[in-house]
């Protein structure tokens, strides 16, 4: 965390340079059974992977929305935050038929939804490990595992990013990369994020601010981590102690 950070992209530079090999997001699906932990060096060049299929396959220009049909997931966050890096608007459950490009999950409701885009769609499997989409991805869809691995380690903007620029929408509330900042930052200590090293469990949707500020910006922002969870109701209460005694979680949002 730098206090010169202005946009998302910026806190995830920040801590790229403080402590690379640091967790930043652990990912529990408890319909599922997987566990997935990424150091902030792994989660960043997922970031960037992301962010140059954005601006180099996809062609997204600053200002571009990008809607995405995505659950709380450790490849949602990577993905808001590829959006942050080149400049467009990630509109979190957004309109599919007022985006320049859509990325979707696997449920049928979503990529029929996402459908309505007539820019570029992708599509997640959301399978462990990043996997693909077996035996292919829907018709009309790029899959994302299969796009992502051959980009560019390194990402860097073809124009600077401008922090008072739209950066996010969800819930229907538009925020500017700044603001998205400030608000994490202020936040954070309400969170029990108080400072490096604080650990949160969160099982909020990503759909409300408060979901996208407990499960990935108050980490970033305050230089701590998330334990993301998502169908955490399927999980026994003995499990959710379990975990949050094993993960060293300091605070929770359920």
């Given at each position: 965390?730098?206090a010169?950070?202005?946009?998302?992209?910026d806190?995830?530079?920040?801590?790229?340079?403080?402590?690379?090999g640091r967790p930043?997001v652990t990912f529990?699906d408890?319909?599922t059974?997987?566990r997935v932990e990424l150091?902030?060096?792994?989660?960043?060049?997922?970031?960037a992977?992301?962010a140059n299929l954005?601006?180099d396959?996809?062609?997204?220009?600053p200002?571009d929305r990008?809607?995405?049909?995505?659950?709380?997931?450790?490849?949602?966050a990577v993905w808001?935050l590829?959006?942050?890096s080149v400049?467009?608007?990630?509109?979190?459950a957004?309109?599919p038929?007022?985006a320049?490009v859509?990325v979707?999950?696997p449920?049928?409701?979503?990529?029929?939804a996402?459908?309505?885009?007539?820019?570029?769609?992708?599509a997640?499997?959301?399978?462990p490990?990043?996997?693909?989409f077996?035996?292919?991805p829907?018709e009309?869809?790029?899959?994302?595992?299969?796009?992502?691995?051959g980009?560019?380690?390194?990402?860097?903007?073809y124009a600077?990013v401008?922090?008072?620029?739209?950066?996010?929408i969800v819930?229907?509330?538009e925020?500017s990369?700044?603001?998205?900042?400030?608000?994490?930052r202020a936040e954070?200590?309400?969170?029990?994020?108080?400072?490096p090293?604080?650990?949160?469990?969160?099982?909020l949707?990503?759909?409300?601010w408060?979901?996208l500020?407990?499960?990935?910006?108050?980490?970033?922002?305050s230089?701590g981590?998330v334990v993301l969870?998502?169908?955490?109701?399927?999980?026994?209460?003995?499990?959710?102690d379990?975990r949050i005694?094993?993960?060293r979680v300091?605070?929770t949002?359920r």
């Open positions: 965390m730098n010169t950070d202005r946009t998302p992209a806190l995830l530079s920040s801590a790229l340079a403080a402590d690379p930043l529990y408890d319909a059974g997987e150091s902030v060096a792994t989660f960043a060049n997922w970031v992977k992301t954005l601006q396959e996809l062609s997204v220009e200002g990008v809607a995405l049909l995505l659950p709380a997931h450790w490849q949602t808001l590829a959006c942050a400049g467009v608007v990630a509109d979190v957004g309109d038929g007022a320049d859509v979707s999950g449920e049928p409701e979503s990529l029929a996402a459908r309505a885009c007539s820019g570029p769609r992708i997640l499997a959301l399978r490990l990043g996997g693909r077996a035996p292919a829907p009309g869809f790029a899959d994302y595992a299969v796009e992502v691995p980009q560019g380690d390194r990402f860097v903007p600077p401008d922090p008072e620029a739209p950066a996010l819930a229907g509330r925020f990369g700044a603001e998205v900042v400030e608000r994490a954070a200590s309400g969170l029990g994020l108080t400072g090293g604080a650990r949160i469990l969160s099982g949707p990503y759909d409300t408060e979901g500020s407990a499960g990935l910006y108050g980490p970033l922002a230089g981590s969870c998502r169908h955490l109701e399927r999980a026994g209460a003995g499990v959710v379990q005694e094993t993960e300091s605070a949002a």
